[in-house]
């Protein structure tokens, strides 16, 4: 069992969190990244830092709320870097989505990243409007907005691109 010490005392399972956070982590970086083998490098910077920083959590809520600011956190400042504005990322395999499910995935990614993070968290990890707000620091009304303008911009999307076929 890989353990580390807390500022508490206690002891955290690493193994334990990878097992139970590195999949969401990676969706939800994923969801900046537009890249699978960034959102990788993401999981494994944000494990880096809960080791470095050795957190005292409340609870296990608090816990992923933690791993998910921090993965956002990096992503937004690996998007800053002229390195990465500057280099095109390497085509990976294609993934079997039906063309609907294509489409969808295609239409989020084309939305701003304040946008994306929402509809993540709110529809792929069950965030409620108010447990988001939470987690970015913004007030509820701010992310209902923008749940509300991404779902509107989704539709649009869709729509448009359903009517050019």
Known sequence: MNCISSEGG?????????EKYSDMIVRVSFSYMKN???AEDVVQDALLQLIKRKPNF???SHEKAWLIRVAINICKNRLKTAWFRKTLPISEGTYD???RENDALQAVFQLPAKYRIVIHLFYFEG?????IAKILGYKESTVGSQLHR???LLKFKLE???DSE
Request: aromatic share 10%; proline share 3%.
């Open 36 to 38: 699978m083998n960034d």
């Open 127 to 131: 965030y409620s409007i108010a447990e």
């Open 58 to 60: 409340e609870s296990d």
């Open 150 to 152: 991404a779902r509107k």
């Open 160 to 162: 448009e691109d359903a």
């Open 97 to 99: 989505f039906t063309p």
């Open 10 to 18: 206690k002891y955290v399972d690493i193994n334990n969190i990878v």
